[in-house]
């Protein structure tokens, strides 16, 4: 399941409001949030102001792909509510109302008709009772969707159609009373004590009664003892306590009952299907005194009714103007409690998309008895308080919202747009009308000429448009075959109409190329053929008509290969089994037809369980995930375009992902034989835009939505940026490494007489590259110049050019103007950003694909709160008063509002626009305008040719050393500044980035977007202090898991044993947090092994290795309704999160003792998770390189100090080696910012986090580095009797990894060092090859180490001393691998030297103040052992105190004869010894 990219979407609404066709409504319990439910799957968010009585559209809910059934609140939590809908397909969705954020999904069998949602006793959350086409109440938890418990019948179980939930007085259960479908009413008793999860409930009483099919039931909350039943013929009163019908009314002709409510103790409405709602009152009559409270208990009551005792009607409600209505309105009655009493609403929502509602004043008795007294009656008539609809408030926005082809002038009442497509390839966007035009634009200049102002509103050919005129009549559907596979001719653009035709058109001319009438009805969608097909078919179109054909078009023949035109039912979804040549056509009535497609015979017609093996067969065997992609315009999932669109966009750029992934490291390793692909990418490439037409339904005009993919985005801007350099040029800007891993490679492998023609051939050639390079790309831009004789490719056509519009609208919407005044002059003037003409309408992508889109007609600061208005007041002048609203309420949402919204919408903004800040920061400061930009390129490429610009590179640095401080300062103002500059601005509430988002993001694919997410994650924990801290912890740290068996080895073992076993899972202390115990399942769905019973409570540490948090659910994507392990993926990702969260606050405020991260079980479990993930072997649940391990690995190298103590240290060394085994093969710098293969990323990462292990914890890092290379020499020694492949273990992979570190610390860490001079030599000659010590000296091969006087390397003799802190000297013989250690002097050895023949060694302590002269002899004919003896020791003069504290004043010792050695002092002093 790869992680998604970071995706913001914007909205082009257009001038026409989209239909609303509502079917449900639902008025939050606090009276300030208004949902409509549609009937074609969209959800409308209003806001509610009830002193003003305004309610505005806020916004558009995208996700369900059916019909909307019912909603219900879903409660409270961390400061926004909830709501659960639920369509007719079984969708459930969970929606954080703030932002429309789609929380859950669930999908299932059960199709609810109705959810009631309680707060029962003793519980801290709402509870969801539904109903539904089961026979059962099913109970849901509202955040996770997941069924608590279930009410069941014994006695004849049937669908519940309606249901109540009360509690009595003076007890402490709840009585649920239910209606079935066939009559009976039952009756169930629960309180939370009593509820097992998974286990049903069984009802306590039964009766059957007179009512079928009941819509709904009440009972009244005044006196508990009346219950009202409505059904579509009549509503009918009950005595609770018995159940006997005290009375009933019937329907007027014409009508029918809907459901119904008490307003009072005797007083009821009831609503109907025609849009009217009728007020009783209840017979009264019989009663005596004051039992008018509690009509019930009269016994007068129960007599048989008489005439006068029936209700009376006293009054209608409806609205003014009465129009018939096509469906059946959405109704909700509403008691808001109030201090001066109950305020009473209706509310209703028709199929037009107007939402109506009434206050019902109460009517006095006394007015009662005047309406009964006037003959014939006239009932009480009750207006509407309230009437709007999105077209009112759409009519009512001056200027009318934006839409895309808002530019073409000369147009009074332009005609609909009713298809779109987008050409990523040409930058082009393709809008049919329904006048039968085509319109083709430039996209992103015309969306820049909408969006934002500039220079371009006066440039004459800005986005001018290509007409395309053909069809009669609306223009159905668009397909552009080149973008799906390039067999097709990149300049053929597909059209289906209503008139039955299809046309291809050269889009560079506007020519029509051919026009195919072939079918018999209005063509409704195009398709292209996978891949696999033949020859001929491959260069066919597919097209489904509305005459229930399916037709093959070639393209290249101009003719019809295949018309399947015998289906009697309509088309539902075309297959392909190309390897067969058949072509499979479903049809709604479930059959499937089988043609052979070279012959155009029918094969034969399949039915019930065969067809759908055959369609699921069909899937199994697709070649590709894009072989049966639609156009624009396809009828699948017309409800739901976001879902498809997403998947598209996901697999379109793991593609370009991966390749430029690769392409960087090609370059990265310098292969001469690639250059072809490092350099044409264009086809691989995908553009950081994707527009997608949306409608709510298939009668409405196209609104747009536009997805700026912010990785593709960055991927592109880096490759262009890192294809002008030469690896040279790579090297010198530290984003790649090569020469210094390729010299640490040669020095860990055995020399050979040609090792040093190697290597200088490779510095040669690092040299060489960029001429090279050049010449390639001159004759490539010569190649690519003389072109094919086709039309020349429009100006638009620039993929770099159209990559910085793209930037350039994306950072000018995104960036908060006004709060920073000089930062906005920098901004216009430097960087190249434009200030928006409007503001903007965001949208949100969260789990599954599903979509929220803001409104135009919704600002996110309140009239009451917009601050004074800041224009110059000639210019105001000159504009119409709404252009300077407009701009009014422009500049305050680009400056605060954009930042009040929601949490989430701030973390993926802050997210996409640090990201790209930090892109062009780091491209050696560029700039989003063109012409500039341009500049900058070609200076790029002559400053690697020519080297004489001094004055002009002068000026050009100076140039970029500005542009680096704007992109600096804006970068500051978004991470640091902004919450008090927004709130400084007059905004009530800054609403911050979410910590789990950034945390899911600490490890992501893109370098920049992970840099963006670690600099905001840090400044967040900053910003909330100990406290803010401090709660964090408490949320997450429950779901940490807790270890208690010993950590697996991982892949570090030396013995060749088989795989270690993943711990057992223990108990678990902590409170799981679903009613289920936690499963180890995969993640595709396998189940697993379940523990029964429920007996312990356990939990496998096996978080969920993707951490990306708009995730989709791969498991629900393949019709997954198994609710388990969809819990379980969700609970592992929670767990990942919480190991990422608690291991960067242990990180980077651990070591604060207040933080609780002390030596205390917090910093225990947390290190414990980490080094799981290090440690773990790979398999199917934590593959080797994830998101997650990546983290993991980062974080114990950024929180060493904390962790250490409960690490096994020398373990994880071993993993992260093995990790970064091959890190002079795979991986950059840090500093590299294209995305890698997860090999290389785990390489570089773990590369890095040992360079900070090192430098936090040297001495650790070494002691236990020297322990790990002797077990490896004794290993070695017994390497055969052991049967151990040596060359297989980490420590011999891992050499030059090893030696780039200890580099490192001799370069940074050299106090340390001189501690460890013994160990460091072990390590050091572990490392290099001593075959490059035969021939040169140790200050050739590896000279940081010789600038100790304490290490001496004699040629002659092969042997290398080093002094240790203790005194001793350790002598190493090369020639026979071996090491003698000397116990030399009482303290620190000072300084070593060997003479130059090699027959004495001169040894210097500081702390004895003493140098002593040792020979070395080997005993008879070199046989034996060899002894080292002390032959002389003078005493010295003492060193100053001032001099032994600097370690660079040290005294050395040096050799002027064979016998003769100089001891030398830093202040130039001298004394000779002879030895």
């Not at 800007?733 to 040669?746: A, C, G, H, K, P």
């Not at 020095?747 to 590259?769: M, Q, Y």
Request: glycine share 6%.
């Amino acid at each position: 399941m790869g992680s998604l990219n970071l995706v913001v979407p914007l909205v082009m609404w257009g001038r026409e409001a989209p239909t609303h066709d509502i079917s449900c409504i639902l008025l939050t319990h606090d009276v300030r949030i208004v949902v409509t439910g549609s009937r074609d799957g969209q959800i409308c968010v209003w806001d509610f102001d009830p002193p003003s009585l305004k309610l505005t559209p806020r916004c558009l809910l995208v996700g369900h792909t059916a019909c909307i059934t019912c909603l219900a609140q879903g409660g409270n939590a961390r400061g926004t509510s909830f709501i659960v809908s639920s369509s007719e397909n079984g969708e459930m969705c969970t929606w954080d109302l703030r932002d429309g954020r789609c929380v859950e999904v669930l999908r299932s069998a059960n199709v609810h008709s109705s959810m009631t949602a309680y707060q029962m006793l003793n519980v801290s959350d709402v509870r969801l009772f539904c109903v539904g086409n089961y026979p059962e109440i099913l109970v849901y938890d509202p955040h996770t969707l997941d069924i608590l418990f279930s009410l069941a019948a014994r006695i004849q179980p049937d669908w519940i159609s309606a249901l109540h939930i009360l509690r009595p007085p003076r007890r402490n259960d709840e009585v649920v009373l239910g209606v079935t479908t066939g009559g009976w009413v039952k009756v169930w008793t629960v309180s939370e004590r009593e509820v097992r999860p998974r286990e049903s409930i069984f009802e306590h009483e039964s009766k059957v009664i007179h009512s079928l099919n009941a819509l709904c039931l009440v009972c009244c909350t005044y006196n508990q003892r009346t219950v009202l039943i409505v059904s579509q013929d009549d509503w009918q009163i009950y005595d609770a306590g018995d159940f006997s019908q005290l009375c009933r009314v019937g329907v007027q002709t014409g009508e029918r009952w809907m459901g119904g409510d008490f307003l009072s103790a005797d007083r009821v409405i009831v609503w109907t299907d025609m849009g009217r709602a009728y007020i009783y009152k209840l017979p009264t009559k019989l009663l005596r005194g004051k039992a008018i409270s509690c009509i019930v208990e009269s016994r007068a009551f129960h007599n048989k009714q008489v005439e006068g005792d029936n209700p009376v009607m006293y009054g209608t409600v409806r609205p003014q103007s009465e129009e018939q209505l096509v469906n059946a309105p959405a109704w909700q009655f509403l008691t808001i409690p109030l201090e001066s009493g109950a305020e009473k609403l209706l509310m209703r929502g028709d199929c037009e998309g107007q939402v109506m509602l009434w206050r019902l004043a109460d009517v006095s008795d006394h007015q009662l008895l005047q309406i009964n007294q006037v003959q014939p009656l006239q009932a009480l008539n009750f207006p509407p308080t309230l009437n709007h609809s999105l077209m009112k408030a759409w009519a009512a926005m001056i200027p009318p919202p934006i839409g895309v082809l808002d530019q073409l002038v000369g147009e009074k009442n332009p005609p609909r747009i009713t298809a779109s497509l987008f050409l990523p390839l040409q930058g082009r966007l393709a809008c049919g009308r329904e006048d039968g035009s085509i319109i083709l634009v430039p996209a992103t200049e015309t969306i820049m000429l909408h969006l934002l102002h500039g220079k371009h509103h006066h440039y004459h050919n800005w986005a001018q448009p290509m007409v395309l005129r053909g069809h009669q009549g609306r223009v159905n559907c668009l397909l552009y075959p080149h973008g799906e596979s390039s067999r097709y001719d990149m300049a053929h653009l597909i059209s289906g109409g209503i008139d039955f035709s299809i046309n291809v058109w050269d889009m560079y001319t506007g020519n029509l190329v051919h026009r195919f009438v072939v079918q018999a009805g209005q063509v409704l969608q195009l398709l292209v053929p996978p891949p696999t097909c033949t020859p001929r078919i491959q260069n066919c179109i597919c097209s489904i008509s509305e005459d229930h054909s399916v037709a093959l078009l070639s393209i290249k023949e101009c003719k019809l290969v295949l018309l399947a035109s015998k289906h009697l039912y309509p088309v539902l979804s075309v297959k392909w089994r190309p390897e067969h040549d058949f072509l499979m056509v479903a049809t709604h009535d479930g059959s499937v037809y089988v043609w052979q497609m070279e012959t155009g015979h029918l094969d034969r017609v399949l039915q019930g369980v065969t067809a759908e093996e055959v369609l699921g067969a069909c899937d199994e065997h697709s070649a590709s995930p894009g072989s049966g992609s639609g156009g624009a315009g396809s009828e699948a999932g017309l409800a739901n375009p976001a879902v498809h669109l997403f998947r598209g966009l996901r697999h379109r750029n793991l593609a370009a992902i991966r390749h430029a992934a690769q392409r960087g490291i090609q370059q990265v390793l310098g292969e001469q034989n690639n250059y072809q692909d490092i350099h044409d990418s264009s086809k691989m490439r995908t553009c950081p835009l994707m527009i997608q037409g949306l409608r709510t339904n298939k009668q409405d005009a196209n609104s747009h939505v536009l997805f700026f993919d912010i990785e593709a985005l960055i991927v592109q801007l880096l490759s262009d940026e890192y294809t002008l350099m030469s690896p040279g040029t790579l090297e010198a800007n530290e984003l790649i490494m090569s020469s210094q891993y390729q010299r640490m490679s040669v020095l860990t492998h055995p020399a050979s007489p040609e090792a040093a023609k190697k290597i200088a051939e490779f510095f040669g050639k690092v040299k060489d590259k960029a001429g090279e390079m050049e010449k390639k790309m001159k004759e490539k831009d010569k190649h690519d110049g003389s072109g094919s004789g086709r039309v020349q490719i429009p100006r638009h056509l620039d993929v770099t050019a159209q990559t910085l519009q793209i930037g350039q609208m994306l950072m000018s919407l995104l960036h908060s103007w006004g709060l920073d005044p000089s930062l906005d002059i920098t901004c216009e003037n430097i960087l190249g950003l434009l200030k928006p003409r409007v503001p903007v309408s965001y949208g949100l992508i969260s789990k599954s694909g599903y979509m929220s889109l803001f409104m135009p007609t919704w600002h996110p600061v309140r009239e009451a709160d917009m601050p004074p208005m800041n224009l110059p007041p000639d210019l105001a002048a000159e504009l119409p008063p709404e252009m300077v609203e407009l701009e009014h309420r422009t500049q305050v949402f680009t400056g605060r509002g954009h930042w009040e919204v929601s949490p989430a919408l701030t973390t993926h903004h802050l997210l996409a626009l640090v990201s790209v800040a930090n892109t062009l920061q780091d491209m050696n400061a560029a700039t989003l305008i063109p012409e500039q930009e341009r500049r900058r390129k070609i200076h790029i490429q002559s400053s690697k040719t020519n080297q004489s610009l001094t004055n002009h590179e002068d000026e050009f640095s100076r140039q970029q050393s500005v542009i680096k401080q704007g992109w600096s300062t804006l970068t500051a103002l978004h991470t640091v500044l902004l919450p008090d500059c927004v709130l400084d601005a007059g905004a009530p509430a800054y609403q911050p980035p979410m910590v789990e988002i950034l945390a899911r993001r600490w490890q992501d694919r893109c370098q920049e977007v992970r840099e963006a997410a670690q600099a905001l994650l840090k400044t967040e924990l900053s910003r909330m202090g100990p406290e803010g801290r401090q709660k964090l912890v408490e949320i997450w740290s429950p779901h940490l898991p807790t270890h208690t068996e010993p950590l697996p080895t991982g892949p570090t073992n030396y013995s060749n044993q088989e795989a270690p076993h993943p711990p057992r899972p223990e108990h678990s202390t902590t409170k799981s947090t679903s009613g289920t115990p936690s499963v180890n399942a995969a993640t595709n769905g396998s189940s697993g092994n379940t523990s029964s019973g429920g007996t312990s409570n356990e939990r496998m540490m096996e978080p969920h290795p993707h951490l990306d948090e708009d995730h989709y659910d791969e498991e629900m994507d393949a019709g997954e309704t198994c609710r388990e392990v969809v819990a379980q993926s969700e609970g592992r990702r929670k767990q990942a999160t919480a190991i990422i969260l608690l291991g960067v606050i242990g990180a980077y405020h651990g070591q604060d003792s207040a933080e609780g991260f002390g030596l205390g079980n917090l910093a225990m479990q947390t290190s414990k998770a980490l080094a799981y993930l290090v440690l773990a072997p790979s398999g199917p649940k934590l593959p080797a390189h994830t998101p997650l391990r990546r983290a993991a690995i980062d974080l114990i190298g950024r929180g060493f100090p904390v962790w250490e103590p409960y690490l096994d240290v020398a373990k994880v060394l071993l993993a992260l080696l093995d990790f970064c085994a091959d890190t002079d093969r795979l991986a950059p710098s840090m500093k590299y910012g294209l995305p890698l293969i997860p090999e290389a990323d785990s390489c570089r990462t773990a590369s890095n986090a040992l360079t900070l292990i090192a430098e936090a914890r040297p001495p650790a890092f070494i002691t236990t580095m020297a322990r790990e290379v002797a077990r490896f020499n004794a290993l070695q020694q017994n390497a055969q009797s052991l049967q151990l492949n040596i060359y297989n273990t980490v420590l011999h992979r891992a050499k030059t990894e090893i030696l780039r570190v200890m580099e490192y610390l001799i370069v940074h860490k050299r106090c340390h060092i001189m501690d460890l001079m013994v160990e460091v030599m072990e390590i050091v000659l572990h490392c290099v090859d001593s075959g490059h010590l035969k021939s040169r000296g140790l200050s050739e091969v590896f000279p940081s180490i010789c600038g100790f006087p304490q290490v001496s390397h004699c040629p002659h003799t092969r042997r290398i001393a080093t002094g240790a802190k203790n005194g001793s000297i350790a002598m190493y013989e090369l020639r026979a691998y071996k090491c003698q250690i000397i116990a030399a002097h009482g303290s620190a050895v000072t300084a070593l030297a060997f003479s130059p023949d090699g027959k004495y060694l001169a040894s210097y302590s500081m702390g004895d103040n003493k140098l002593s002269f040792w020979q070395t002899s080997s005993g008879m004919f070199g046989l034996g052992a060899s002894q080292t003896k002390c032959t002389k020791t003078f005493s010295t003069v003492p060193v100053p105190d001032i001099v032994r504290m600097n370690p660079q004043r040290l005294p050395k010792l040096v050799w002027i004869s064979n016998k003769t050695v100089v001891h030398m002092m830093a202040d130039g002093t001298e004394h000779r010894f002879n030895a």
